[in-house]
């Protein structure tokens, strides 16, 4: 399959409303339309944006497995992968999928122009204890000549899992998110946007701007959100929601990333917006992480391999309120 050299693809930061689906899907649909109106044909939108986000945590089991729905039969991604299919369009979205299994996953769907669905599902997944982890990574071919990957929120924090994508041939990877603002109990790592900045956005839009742009916002994701693509000579669609989320405040600052780190288009807007830009497939082969992927020696990284000892579990690791003991593993060099 020949590859173009421009592909125009879009992500999109909004505010879901927790549990309403029929809102959710009216958002989703509207960004769809804007979206096959500018001719994009990869559009990605947030994590769990079906489902809504952080009031999940809070929910007793069964509530949770009611919001479920299993891919093959999903009301919410049947109309989505009819338009898929008719627009010629990749659209992704997230949501809290019911597996054949009987288990939960937080999901995020990929519809083809095809019909075909690739769903990843978070490998480190922390929203409900009933929500399971993801055991395997999501690489496909798309109609454009390029290979897609997805990493949900968390799953991008760890370097392994872009690399691993990035290895098994990806040139774009999706990162659904729902974050800014969250707790971390890392002294110098993200916090709190304050809840009443948003309430006053209206009186004082530029006081939330300038959180969305803070420490806790965008410049959080500038320390190591770029490197990624970087470092793994890959595209990088971020998306995110926007406003709040129960009791925390998401960032937006959607954007899209080059494989040398740049942001090519992103989003200051304080509300609901999409960012569009056309990407330069003829950057990939030459971009330093990809020539420095053909310099690897594979036979010194078995340590990446290794249970080091020290392995917790997510949930404990994503909500720890103070250190976790961290304690090094003696490895003989061989």
């Known amino acids: 399959m020949k590859t173009q050299q421009l592909l125009r693809v879009a992500t999109v930061q909004f505010q879901h409303q927790p549990g309403n ?5 009216d958002c989703i649909h509207g960004f ?9 044909k990869i559009l990605a939108l947030p994590e769990m944006c079906i489902t809504g986000y952080w009031h999940v945590p809070k929910l007793p089991d ?7 729905e299993t891919l093959h039969d999903s009301p919410s991604l049947a109309p989505i992968r009819q338009r898929a299919i008719e627009l010629g369009m990749l659209i992704g979205v997230g949501l809290i999928e019911k597996g054949l299994d009987g288990k939960c996953y937080n999901t995020w769907v990929a519809c083809m122009p095809d019909g075909q669905l690739h769903a990843h599902r978070k490998l480190h997944a922390f929203e409900h204890p009933v929500i399971q982890s993801g055991d395997s990574y ?13 990493l949900i929120c968390w799953d991008n924090n760890l370097i392994e899992n872009p690399r691993a994508t990035a290895l098994l041939g990806a040139d774009i990877i999706l990162a659904p998110h729902q974050t800014g603002g969250t707790n971390s109990s890392s002294p110098y790592g993200m916090k709190r946007i304050p809840l009443h900045l948003w309430e006053n956005r209206k009186q004082n839009p530029q006081a939330l701007m300038n959180a969305f742009q803070g420490e806790n916002g965008r410049d959080w994701l500038l320390r190591w959100l770029p490197s990624r693509a970087h470092d793994n000579g890959v595209f990088y669609l971020f998306s995110n929601g926007v406003g709040r989320d ?23 807007a304080i509300e609901n917006d999409m960012v569009i830009a056309d990407l330069d497939l ?12 053909m310099g690897r020696r594979p036979e010194l990284y078995q340590i990446l391999n290794t ?26 060099s061989q």
């Not at 689906?21 to 899907?25: C, S």
């Not at 999501?138 to 997805?150: A, L, N, R």
């Not at 003829?282 to 992927?293: K, T």
């Not at 000892?309 to 003696?330: C, L, N, W």
């Open 138 to 150: 999501t690489v496909f071919d798309t109609p454009w000549g390029v290979k897609v990957g997805i």
């Open 21 to 25: 689906k029929t809102y959710n899907l």
């Open 282 to 293: 003829s950057l990939l082969p030459d971009s330093n992480g990809r020539r420095w992927l």
């Open 307 to 332: 249970s080091m000892g020290y392995e917790t579990d997510i949930h404990q690791v994503r909500f720890a309120s103070q250190s976790i003991p961290f304690m090094k593993k003696e490895i003989r």
């Open 32 to 40: 769809i339309t804007q979206a096959a109106q500018k001719k994009v």
């Open 62 to 68: 069964t509530d949770v497995y009611a919001l479920s």
């Open 246 to 268: 129960d009791d925390e405040v998401r960032t937006g600052n959607a954007m899209i990333i080059d494989p040398y780190g740049r942001i090519i288009q992103e989003t200051a």
